[in-house]
């Protein structure tokens, strides 16, 4: 309940139940005043003017011992003047609540003197000349969305708040028509009757909508006739609030991805904070920063993960999900997105927009192909597209300058493109397992720290691979080649060579010998790997045959 210039609203709110005031504009603001002017003589009179805006009633109750007297405006018109004449003493003024224009009014009573005062009933000595002036601002309860942040089972916690502590609230479950009479608030479930900010409904599912009606009496006021209303709300329950270390909006989104996937193993969602309880969920302050839903069994993302604005990754791998919705192009901070393994025939075009996007996982799905739009997203610095059924890689990928990894492993690949030349950032570059037969001689001007050219059909390979001078690790091996260029003998960063299974032959001195004496080969028994290739020497070098000993245990295997 808030109040603000004199207009009490009314906000159920829940630790999980938030009804929330609707976005339109307020309604002006009106009041009910009551005016009593009391002069002391005998018989004493006292002087009620009753005022409050046209079309509300209002009843005034004046009470000293068993002496009352009852005083009442109808709704037509806005001011009635009434003398009722007392005996001397101390008369208690008391307003009931009344329901009007679909609108609770609660009589606020300000005794002169003292204009910031709110009571719902005031004391007035009748021996001098004095005014009391009570004022009835109306409590609205509009109709608007109702949060139920934290359930067990079917059971969900309400709270709401109230500026005025002897206000009185009934909230039933269930519709009732606004011109209902207040004798018949017994109907309906009760969900809570007193002073209290906080109440529990049982009997709720989430993500389905309830209506409820709200009740509101004075203090002092007893009876089921005391009771002004109802006010009907209505709103759907979700799991999600203001109580929650998230937005609603991002909590509402990974509700939406559970709902969307009744089946999918996520046992710890749907309790606690997301933030700290949910599995797979990284939060930074109120914001979802990363998703990591693997092997979860999705088949589903639902067009709400565009809410997820902060999102920097979002782990889709493993599952079954075969589309994005088109509105994740919309999230404006997702810089890695992983949907290897999923059985995707298409890159979603929902990646289309993603243009902050740095990684992107593809591996382990149906690719028959990689669209040229990619292209496009110039941010991309690593593809893994490792399992597809690609066959040519789109001329678009060339404009991806900042690119650093390329992975295109167990593919149907028959060459590579000459623009590949042009990716002058391009650090690990793998063709594992593809069909090549050719590798361009313009591969040898990129920066490449790993070149895995393995299990293809080469039979040979271009001198130019002696140029990539940041070379670390190199795989040739389960290829046709006969022999390796004396360029290699320049690969001098190269930590690890790998050139098994092959038809290599013959003095491999020219390449080998600048290697052993200027290399940084890792000294162990894997370092060089030349096993399962033909009749291997050393060009009757001594020392180049104990080196490759040391690090090539194996290598004259073929003879």
Same mark, same amino acid.
């Given at each position: 309940m808030r109040h603000r210039g004199g207009l009490l609203a009314l906000t159920l709110v829940t630790s999980g139940l938030m009804l929330v005031p609707?976005? @339109?504009?307020? @309604?002006?603001?009106?009041?009910?005043?009551?005016?009593?002017?009391?002069?002391?003589?005998?018989?004493?009179?006292?002087?009620?003017?009753?005022?409050?805006?046209?079309?509300?009633?209002?009843?005034?109750?004046?009470?000293?011992?068993?002496?009352?007297?009852m005083v009442s405006k109808p709704a037509r018109g806005e001011r009635l003047v009434r003398r009722v004449r007392v005996t001397p003493g101390t008369w208690h003024l008391?307003?009931?609540?009344?329901?009007? !224009?679909?609108?609770?009014?609660?009589?606020?009573?300000?005794? !002169?003197?003292d204009p910031y005062l709110e009571q719902r009933s005031a004391d007035i000595r009748v021996r001098r000349h004095h005014t009391v002036t009570a004022q009835a601002?109306?409590?609205? &309860?509009?109709?608007a969305r109702l949060w139920v942040a934290r359930t067990t089972g079917s059971t969900a916690?309400?709270?709401?708040? =109230?500026?005025? !502590? $002897?206000?009185?609230?009934?909230?039933?479950?269930?519709?009732?028509?606004?011109?209902?009479?207040?004798?018949?608030?017994?109907?309906?479930?009760?969900?809570?009757?007193g002073r209290a900010s906080r109440a529990t409904a049982t009997g709720l599912e989430s993500g389905q909508a309830y209506p409820f009606s709200v009740f509101v009496r004075n203090r002092g006021q007893h009876g089921d006739k005391a009771w002004a209303g109802p006010v009907s709300v209505r709103g759907t329950t979700?799991?999600?609030?203001v109580q929650t270390s998230l937005t609603v909006g991002d909590c509402q989104a990974l509700l939406d991805i559970a709902r969307a996937n009744p089946n999918a193993d996520l046992p710890a969602w749907w309790t606690g904070d997301p933030c700290k309880d949910w599995l797979s969920v990284l939060c930074a302050g109120?914001?979802?920063?990363?998703?990591?839903?693997?092997?979860?069994?999705?088949?589903?993302?639902?067009? #709400?993960?565009?809410?997820?604005?902060?999102?920097?990754?979002?782990?889709? +791998?493993?599952n079954h999900v075969t589309s994005l919705p088109t509105s994740a192009s919309s999230l404006p901070a997702l810089t890695d997105l992983e949907l290897g393994n999923n059985?995707? =025939? /298409? &890159?979603?075009?929902? &990646? !289309?927009?993603?243009?902050?996007?740095?990684?992107?996982?593809?591996?382990? *799905?149906?690719?028959?192909?990689?669209?040229?739009?990619?292209?496009?997203?110039?941010?991309?610095?690593?593809?893994?597209? =490792?399992?597809?059924?690609? /066959? /040519?890689?789109?001329?678009?990928?060339? *404009?991806?300058? $900042?690119?650093? +990894?390329?992975?295109?492993?167990?593919?149907?690949?028959?060459?590579?493109?000459?623009?590949?030349?042009g990716l002058t950032h391009l650090s690990t570059l793998s063709v594992r397992r593809n069909r090549l037969r050719t590798v361009p001689n313009r591969i040898g001007r990129l920066p490449l720290h790993q070149l895995n050219l393995g299990a293809n059909r080469l039979d040979r390979v271009p001198a130019a691979i002696g140029d990539l001078s940041h070379l670390q690790f190199l795989w040739i091996d389960h290829n046709s080649l006969r022999r390796l260029p004396a360029s290699f003998g320049n690969l001098t960063k190269v930590l690890h060579l790998y050139a098994e299974h092959n038809r290599l032959s013959g003095d491999i001195s020219p390449w080998a010998g600048p290697l052993s004496r200027n290399g940084a080969i890792v000294r162990g028994?894997?370092?060089?790997?030349?096993?399962? *290739?033909?009749?291997?020497?050393?060009? +009757?070098?001594?020392?180049?045959? =104990?080196?490759?000993?040391?690090? #090539?245990?194996?290598?004259?295997?073929?003879?």
């Open positions: 609707p976005s @339109a504009t307020a @309604a002006p603001l009106r009041s009910t005043a009551v005016a009593v002017a009391a002069r002391h003589s005998a018989p004493t009179r006292i002087r009620v003017v009753i005022r409050t805006a046209r079309g509300v009633p209002a009843t005034v109750r004046l009470t000293h011992g068993r002496q009352h007297h008391t307003g009931p609540a009344v329901l009007a !224009k679909r609108r609770v009014w609660v009589i606020e009573a300000r005794k !002169k003197g601002t109306w409590y609205e &309860v509009p109709a916690s309400l709270r709401w708040r =109230t500026p005025v !502590k $002897d206000v009185r609230f009934m909230v039933r479950r269930g519709d009732q028509a606004a011109q209902t009479a207040p004798q018949t608030v017994h109907e309906g479930a009760l969900v809570f009757k979700s799991f999600c609030s109120d914001r979802v920063h990363q998703l990591m839903l693997d092997h979860t069994g999705l088949h589903r993302v639902p067009a #709400s993960i565009s809410d997820l604005t902060d999102l920097r990754a979002l782990s889709l +791998g493993s059985g995707l =025939t /298409s &890159v979603p075009t929902g &990646v !289309k927009g993603l243009s902050h996007l740095g990684y992107l996982g593809l591996s382990q *799905n149906h690719l028959g192909r990689l669209p040229g739009w990619l292209g496009h997203l110039t941010g991309l610095y690593d593809i893994d597209a =490792t399992g597809n059924r690609l /066959s /040519s890689l789109p001329d678009g990928l060339g *404009n991806l300058s $900042d690119l650093a +990894g390329l992975r295109l492993s167990n593919n149907r690949l028959t060459e590579l493109p000459e623009w590949l030349g028994s894997n370092s060089v790997v030349l096993t399962h *290739n033909r009749c291997l020497n050393a060009g +009757g070098d001594s020392e180049l045959a =104990t080196w490759l000993d040391t690090f #090539s245990h194996g290598w004259r295997s073929g003879c």
